[in-house]
């Protein structure tokens, strides 16, 4: 009975383990994010999480929390635009856009219906 007991231990105490890790590092990570906090600070901060680690990271949650969840998501909102302009700027232009290039030079006089035609059926291709 005793091994299966030591058995809950190890597991809850390796949960706790990881539980704390990831806080650690998601509080080292919005450390560097944070453009408005000096280096000074940082460090201190940094030396807090060596020497007193858990004391530390509660000090951090509870002073800077909302600010650490702020700068999260305005990098998370960062990343989704930098992907769709990527995303946009790989696929190129839409047929709509094509056609519509088309008729305003077609309108202009540039191209002749004919060559209309075909950058139409190009572009529905």
Known sequence: MSNFWDL??????????LAYLLVL??????????????GGYKVLWLIGLIFLPG????????????GMAERQKASLQRAKSDT??????????????HI????????AGTISPD???RLKAKALA
């Open 25 to 38: 590092f998601q509080i080292v990570v919005d450390l560097f994010r944070d453009s408005e906090l000096g």
């Open 8 to 17: 809950i231990l190890l597991m809850l105490s390796t949960f706790v383990l």
């Open 55 to 66: 004391l530390t990271a509660i000090l951090y949650i509870v002073g800077r929390g909302r």
């Open 100 to 107: 519509a290039d088309a008729k305003a030079l077609l309108d």
């Open 115 to 117: 060559e209309f035609a």
């Open 84 to 97: 769709d302009a990527y995303i946009r700027e790989v696929a190129g232009k839409s047929p709509a856009e």
